[in-house]
């Protein structure tokens, strides 16, 4: 065993016993934790942002494109914004302890199915220290210890984080070892993040598809798989385009820089050449690239040539990739084709065609007549959520809470025996 991996399990033995004292605390208990947190994130918000800034430094000197710019970006509103988040976690139901179901045997017996903590989980996740803070509250909220391992370009950012909600833990029931950063910034530290089954019951990957395909590919860890968003927004023939104007660009540029920003806009033919010039005026003021298929180009004039690799893009960026489709069965295959399975959006006054499309499309989110930008867990009154699922088993879209928990039986007898 290296040094790095030494290390890295010595602190997952850490978050293991700690663990164990958190699980059964009592919701008070870890509710007064995160008001301390959030606290104490407000009264240390100067030397957050000067940490902060430092990271932000190392970016630009290294050439960063400024949409990952602004996900790391912190500023003493965006501190103070965390730190709401962390005081709406506190206010949520404790899921721990809910009954899921319950029943009564023929024999007498007292089923119970119950939530209860996973144990252990790691963080593995890309540049945005928001991230630090809103995994580690739904971890502790949830009653589980939790190991952060944010990406090198935000170490200085996420190690300042840790350092001031383990100080505010120091004077409550819950153990600071309840949230440590794994050490370490290159593969090594995560690979072994990924190999420590036994100590850590549960991984979750946020970031870019390297970064998800690599965990998933390589843990040994069970691993709850958080997507990349190529989301999409068809414009149906029976659209208004008035509506179909302003959910269009909220999606697209209301921020580019995040998972649930609209990547693709598909078009029905019937509708295209009264909409796609408006698209293109309102687009351009907001300075959103248009990358157009042969159709869309014919319509509007000009704009960049979409190619395949445009399709399969999540740009987080001021890009736009655009297609003209025949029908709403095209526009359900092109997704199908392309999208990563996030969330996909159609814009119509037809109750059919929204009935269609919400069953043939397979997302963890479907909007009707709504911005894609709604896939998030605090707008679904999640509060803070530590990711969009966009697997099948156990967790599908915003986790909040629940999703943060595993369930266990409780079965109560009075001496019984099976014969």
């Given at each position: 065993m290296t040094d790095?991996?030494?290390?890295?399990?010595?602190?997952?033995?850490?978050?293991?016993?700690?663990?164990h004292e958190l699980a059964p605390?009592?919701?008070?208990?870890?509710?007064?934790?995160?008001f301390a947190i959030a606290d104490a994130l407000v009264a240390n918000a100067e030397s957050i942002v000067k940490a902060n800034s430092e990271d932000v430094a190392r970016a630009r000197e290294g050439g960063q494109?400024?949409?990952?710019?602004?996900?790391?970006?912190?500023?003493?509103?965006?501190v103070e914004a965390i730190a709401d988040a962390v005081r709406e976690v506190a206010e949520l139901p404790d899921p721990v302890g809910e009954v899921v179901r319950g029943s009564t045997l023929p024999n007498g017996l007292e089923l119970r199915q119950v939530r209860v903590?996973?144990?252990?989980?790691?963080?593995?996740?890309?540049?945005?220290?928001?991230?630090?803070?809103?995994?580690?509250?739904?971890?502790?909220?949830?009653?589980?210890?939790?190991?952060?391992?944010?990406?090198?370009?935000?170490?200085?950012?996420?190690?300042?984080l840790v350092e001031v909600m383990r100080a505010a833990l120091a004077d409550t029931d819950v153990p600071?070892?309840?949230?440590?950063?794994?050490?370490?910034?290159?593969?090594?530290?995560?690979?072994?993040?990924?190999?420590?089954?036994?100590?850590?019951d549960v991984l979750i990957p946020r970031g870019g598809r390297t970064l998800i395909q690599s965990v998933v590919t390589e843990s040994t860890v069970p691993v709850i798989e958080t997507g990349e968003g190529n989301c999409h927004v068809y414009v149906d023939k029976a659209a208004d385009l008035d509506n179909a104007l302003v959910i269009t660009l909220n999606s697209k540029a209301q921020r580019v820089s995040v998972c649930n920003a609209a990547e693709t806009l598909l078009v029905?033919?019937?509708?295209?050449?009264?909409?796609?010039?408006?698209?293109?005026?309102?687009?351009?003021?907001?300075?959103?690239?248009?990358?157009?298929?042969?159709?869309?180009?014919?319509?509007?004039?000009?704009?960049?040539p979409a190619t395949e690799v445009d399709w399969a893009t999540e740009y987080l960026s001021h890009d736009l990739a655009v297609r003209v489709v025949d029908s709403l069965a095209e526009a359900v295959e092109h997704i199908r084709r392309y999208s990563t399975g996030h969330t996909?959006?159609?814009?119509?006054?037809?109750?059919s065609a929204a009935r269609q499309f919400v069953a043939q499309v397979d997302s963890a989110a479907v909007m009707v007549n709504a911005s894609t930008r709604f896939t998030d867990g605090g707008e679904f009154g999640f509060g803070a959520e530590?990711?969009?699922?966009?697997?099948?088993?156990?967790?599908?879209?915003?986790?909040?809470?629940?999703?943060?928990?595993s369930t266990k039986y409780v079965i109560t007898g009075d001496g019984h025996v099976r014969p």
């Open positions: 790095t991996e030494r290390e890295v399990h010595e602190v997952a033995a850490r978050a293991k016993r700690a663990s605390l009592a919701r008070a208990a870890k509710d007064a934790a995160l494109p400024e949409a990952m710019i602004d996900r790391l970006a912190l500023s003493t509103d965006r903590p996973m144990g252990v989980v790691g963080v593995i996740y890309e540049s945005r220290p928001n991230v630090t803070v809103d995994a580690a509250v739904l971890c502790l909220k949830s009653g589980n210890a939790a190991l952060l391992r944010g990406s090198s370009s935000a170490y200085t950012s996420n190690t300042r600071a070892d309840a949230v440590q950063l794994v050490p370490g910034t290159g593969r090594e530290s995560a690979h072994a993040l990924m190999r420590a089954r036994g100590l850590v029905h033919r019937g509708v295209a050449e009264e909409f796609l010039p408006r698209l293109v005026s309102a687009m351009t003021e907001r300075g959103v690239t248009l990358h157009g298929d042969e159709r869309t180009i014919n319509i509007i004039g000009s704009a960049t996909e959006a159609i814009v119509t006054d037809s109750t530590i990711g969009i699922s966009t697997q099948k088993l156990h967790a599908r879209g915003p986790m909040g809470l629940p999703e943060m928990t």
